[in-house]
């Protein structure tokens, strides 16, 4: 996993996208990814932290993107990363999204499949695709109004705005707003707690909730 960074602190596991300067998500960023979330399903895993620096992502890959584009596997980029969110979403424990700098698109995406998202003061968040020609190609257009509700996620993908801590905290994007310097180390310590708790009946508590959105 040369794109992805993944450590074990006790019983939670810090996985840190590593694709500088922004971690732009390309295929091989992707498949990182994917193979970080199997290793974090060990049971020995109660929790995880999944992070990126200075960015959490801000968005696909464009030089990719356009290169599939124009070979007409476009759509290919959209179910590998929904695979990969999908796949982050049905881990049975806790998972937080620390959200430092930029989450735009595929980005904020990923952050959405996770059980909660902890931002930076600093951090900014948003699903512009609109501006590109394009829209939310991996799961933002369903994720995003079961979280807000169907109007102010309709005005963030209709226009593409980008949305400030603060603003996301209010939204219902955000779990909670948190100093930059100490993003990490509170959701680690977040998630450390939540790994000393009932880790088989969160993990059903979650299936069932998944089920009953039709995720």
Known sequence: MSLVEFQIDGAVALITLARPPVNALN???????????????????????????????????????????????????????????????????????????????????????????????????????????????????????????????REMIYSGRFVGAAEALELGIADRVLKPEALIDEAMGYAGAWAKGPTVALGSAKQAINEGWGR
Request: hydrophobic share 45%.
């Open 27 to 153: 295929g091989a960023l992707i498949g990182d990814l994917d193979a970080a979330i199997t290793e974090a399903a060990d049971p020995a895993v109660r929790s995880v932290v999944l992070t990126g620096s200075p960015h959490f992502a801000a968005g696909a890959d464009i030089t990719e993107f356009t290169d599939t584009y124009e070979s007409g596997d476009v759509r290919l980029v959209a179910r590998r990363l929904t695979h990969v969110i999908r796949h982050l979403e049905q881990l049975p424990k806790p998972v937080i999204a620390a959200v430092a700098g930029y989450a735009l698109g595929g980005g904020l995406e990923v952050a959405l499949g996770c059980y909660f998202r902890y931002l930076a003061e600093d951090a900014t968040v948003g699903l512009p695709e609109i501006t590109l020609g394009i829209f939310p190609g991996a799961g933002g257009t369903q994720r995003l109004p079961r979280l807000i509700g169907m109007s102010p996620a």
